[in-house]
């Protein structure tokens, strides 16, 4: 085959150091479109973006030459570096080392998407921790909780 063809659609899953509530409704409105825009830098496609006060969720499709963890890692690294910047209150921010990347079916995109953008509602309920331990069950993920939430 002459060319190269690849969708990987990806759900991306991690948060402020030490789950601090660090993201208010201001600055969540203004980093949600800055990661997206380093994510497409890179060439890849960010389909959405969205979270709570400790942590986000993205839904991208990587390009056929990117790797997630670079991916990943640059937008931490970009966003983190970018919020130190814009506010005396976030001069101290960084994000957990580690994150939860989950596989998207196409089929499945919409509903993600729209699960992204539900999050603030989602939260009044379910909290982080058991948010994501839902997903290493669903995705038969092996962990060990004590490296969890470090």
């Not at 709570?52 to 991916?71: G, N």
């Not at 506010?87 to 580690?98: T, Y």
């Amino acid at each position: 085959m002459p060319q190269s063809l690849s969708i990987n659609l990806v759900h991306i899953i991690f948060s402020t150091k030490n789950r601090e509530p660090l993201l208010d409704p201001g600055t969540r409105e203004r980093l949600y479109p800055y990661m997206a825009q380093l994510i497409r830098d890179k060439g890849s496609e960010c389909y959405r973006i969205g979270g709570v006060e400790d942590h986000v969720h993205l839904a991208i499709r990587l390009s056929k030459t990117a790797t997630l963890s670079k991916t990943i890692s640059e937008a931490k690294t970009g966003t983190s570096h970018w919020l130190k910047e814009i506010s005396p209150k976030l001069s101290h921010f960084s994000w957990q080392e580690g994150y939860g990347a989950f596989s998207i079916s196409p089929k499945d995109l919409v509903a993600v998407i729209r699960y992204i953008d539900h999050q603030e509602e989602h939260h009044k309920k379910t909290s982080f921790q058991d948010e994501f331990r839902k997903f290493l069950k669903q995705y038969q993920m092996d962990y060990e909780e004590k490296y969890l939430w470090g």
